[in-house]
């Protein structure tokens, strides 16, 4: 299926988060139907390289991008990581497959009123290449509070749930996207979060990301992270 099938609207996973909703959807380019994917059937799958692209940031953007990326492959590879154990992917047949993942854009916004953030990357795994798009729109009432590096905090998490999600299905030998359509699956394919109020659960996954998470990923104290991006918004 080459077309782009787009479950933006469908992917209506609010979080109830402090009376605040936080909204995320999904767009697929090229994900491969389970008549190509039937040999992956019960298989193991394992999280592989994960990369961030050169150009990814926004030209010009830097403020909320302040982390090197390497950081962010970290951040992005620890969640897989966390989902796929979570979601027993780890478990079946093997050689376990490898699941790489690449983020080619990300826009972190501020999450103030409707401004919107958005993770583009590309999942190969057994020879397929799949292209996912990811976006989170905060309500009028919600605000980021947080220090500029924690912006991602939302979407990265639930980017490693829409993966999950997917290899899940290939796993079960489903489509790729059969539980990330909303309108077909028995369940939404967006981010839950702990403190979600949904009873069907894909992955649980910490949401938001917080300071201590940020610190055990990196390896560096908040102040640290604090320090590293004051330096580079300040083109240092």
Request: with cysteine.
């Amino acid at each position: 299926m080459n077309r782009p099938l787009a479950f933006a609207a469908a992917l209506t996973a609010l979080l109830t988060l402090g009376g605040c909703a936080f909204n995320h959807g999904v767009t697929l380019n090229n994900p491969p139907p389970a008549s190509k994917t039937a040999f992956l059937k019960g298989r193991a799958f394992t999280v592989g390289k994960v990369s961030v692209a050169p150009d990814a940031r926004p030209t010009g953007e830097m403020t909320y991008h302040c982390l090197p990326d390497s950081m962010y492959a970290q951040m992005m590879k620890y969640n897989l990581e966390l989902a796929f154990k979570r979601a027993g992917l780890t478990q079946g047949n093997g050689p376990a497959v490898p699941v790489n993942f690449q983020i080619t854009y990300r826009a972190f916004e501020s999450g103030l009123g409707l401004h919107t953030s958005g993770l583009v990357g590309t999942l190969t795994f057994a020879g397929f290449a799949v292209v996912m798009h990811i976006y989170g729109v905060g309500a009028i009432t919600y605000y980021d509070t947080g220090p500029y590096w924690t912006r991602q905090q939302r979407i990265l998490p639930a980017m490693a749930a829409a993966i999950t999600a997917g290899m899940e299905g290939v796993q079960k030998g489903i489509s790729f996207y059969h539980n990330l359509d909303f309108f077909t699956a028995d369940s939404v394919a967006g981010y839950f979060g702990d403190r979600g109020g949904f009873t069907h659960h894909i992955v649980t996954l910490p949401y938001p990301m917080t300071v201590k998470e940020y610190e055990r990923i990196t390896g560096k104290t908040g102040a640290q992270l604090a320090a590293i991006c004051k330096a580079r918004i300040a083109g240092k």
